[in-house]
T-cell receptor, first 110, second 113 residues
Framework: GQQVMQIPQYQHVQEGEDFTTYCNSS?????IQWYKQRPGGHPVFLIQ?????EVKKQKRLTFQFGEAKKNSSLHITATQTTDVGTYFC??????????FGAGTQVVVTP | DTGVSQDPRHKITKRGQNVTFRCDPI?????LYWYRQTLGQGPEFLTY????????KSRLLSDRFSAERPKGSFSTLEIQRTEQGDSAMYLC???????????FGPGTRLTVL
C-alpha cells in the first residue's frame, strides 16, 4: 500500500533562519496536501499541490511537488515563533483517501 | 461555530468497556473521515463516508471498531471491548468530494485504563 515518509522528524530552528522539510511517497500521488498542527491542536489545511513540478507560495512558505508526483517539500524562510508546530504532508490516492506522513515537529528558538 | 465538532472531547474508560464518539461535520460537506492519532505520529486513516455510504475501512481496523453515518449528517464511531492500545486521539474531518481540503474537528482523546 501507499506509504508516505517525512524527514526530518524534528527541526530545531533559530528565529530568522530558513529550513526545509521533505515528503516522499512510495507511489505516484494524485495530489499532495500539507497540514499544520499546533501543540494541543488539530491539523489545519495549508495547501494542495496537484500538477507535476508545481510550486506554490504562501508568504514565507514555499511548497513544491516533484516532477514524478512522488515527493514534495516545504521551505520556510525567516522562521518566526508562530511557525512552531508539526507539519504533515498527506498524499491523496485515487479514491480521495489521505495517507499522512509522521510529520516534522518544528521548534523555534528566539 | 460552523466548523467540525466532536463529542466528547475527552473520554476515560476501563479496559473492556464500550465507547461511542460523535462527529458533526460541516453541513455542506458530504465526505466524512475518521482518523486515529497517537503521540508523534500523523493521523492514521480509519474509515470514511460519502453521504451515508461507508466507502472504505482500514484493514488495520479490528472488528471491534464500527462507524455509522445514518442520515448522511453526523457520524458515530464505536469501539467495543476497549483495550489499552486503543488509547489515542480520534479525529474526525469533513470535506467536499475528491481533491478537497479536509477540515478537522478538535478530536476526542480516549484513555483506556
Amino acid at each position: 500500500g501507499q506509504q508516505v515518509m517525512q524527514i526530518p522528524q524534528y527541526q530545531h530552528v533559530q528565529e530568522g533562519e530558513d529550513f526545509t522539510t521533505y515528503c516522499n511517497s512510495s507511489t505516484t500521488l494524485s495530489n499532495i496536501q500539507w497540514y499544520k498542527q499546533r501543540p494541543g491542536g488539530h491539523p489545519v489545511f495549508l495547501i494542495q499541490l496537484v500538477k507535476s513540478g508545481e510550486v506554490k507560495k504562501q508568504k514565507r512558505l514555499t511548497f513544491q511537488f516533484g516532477e514524478a508526483k512522488k515527493n514534495s517539500s516545504l521551505h520556510i524562510t525567516a522562521t518566526q515563533t508562530t511557525d512552531v508546530g508539526t507539519y504533515f504532508c498527506a498524499g491523496e490516492d485515487s479514491w480521495g483517501k489521505l495517507q499522512f506522513g509522521a510529520g516534522t515537529q518544528v521548534v523555534v528558538t528566539p | 461555530d460552523t466548523g467540525v465538532s466532536q463529542d466528547p472531547r475527552h473520554k476515560i474508560t476501563k479496559r473492556g468497556q464500550n465507547v461511542t464518539f460523535r462527529c458533526d461535520p460541516i453541513s455542506e460537506h458530504n465526505r466524512l473521515y475518521w482518523y486515529r492519532q497517537t503521540l508523534g505520529q500523523g493521523p492514521e486513516f480509519l474509515t470514511y463516508f460519502q453521504n451515508e455510504a461507508q466507502l472504505e475501512k482500514s484493514r488495520l481496523l479490528s472488528d471491534r471498531f464500527s462507524a455509522e453515518r445514518p442520515k448522511g449528517s453526523f457520524s458515530t464511531l464505536e469501539i467495543q471491548r476497549t483495550e489499552q492500545g486503543d488509547s489515542a486521539m480520534y479525529l474526525c474531518a469533513s470535506s467536499f468530494p475528491l481533491g478537497n481540503e479536509q477540515f478537522f474537528g478538535p478530536g476526542t482523546r480516549l484513555t483506556v485504563l
